[in-house]
């Protein structure tokens, strides 16, 4: 059974930062797309970061510049580093990855992990 695991959230003061990890079990995805999204009150799903199966990244504007996402070399664990965090990053944070190589909907999706970002 594949599983995708979450974890790093965490209360941070504004200007912190924080490593969320998103661990896979059942499987690896070294050549597929991963993905990291939020959700807040607001927003039911909001995309934050992706990276492609040939390493493309993208970045939503609004965390460009603070936010990275990589994955391990194993492509067991996909990364998100949250730099210089602000109050409306506060959200629940999910990964998700797709089952076959290429462009794609995601197939595997986390339960996500809280991020809460004092002022």
């Known amino acids: 059974q594949v599983r995708l695991v979450e974890s790093g959230g965490a209360l941070v003061q504004a200007g912190g930062s924080l490593l969320l990890s998103c661990e896979a079990t059942?499987?690896?995805?070294?050549?597929?797309?991963w993905g990291w999204y939020r959700r807040t009150p607001e927003k039911e799903r909001e995309p934050v970061a992706a990276?492609?199966?040939?390493?493309?990244?993208s970045i939503s504007s609004a965390v460009s510049g603070r936010f990275r996402v990589y994955r391990d070399a194993s492509g067991a664990t996909l990364y998100l580093q949250m730099n210089n965090l602000l109050p409306e990053d506060t959200a629940i944070y999910f990964c998700a990855a797709r089952d076959q190589t290429g462009p794609g909907p995601y197939d595997y999706w986390g339960q996500g992990t809280q991020v809460t970002v004092s002022s």
């Open positions: 990276l492609s199966w040939n390493d493309a990244t």
């Open positions: 059942g499987r690896t995805f070294s050549r597929n797309n």
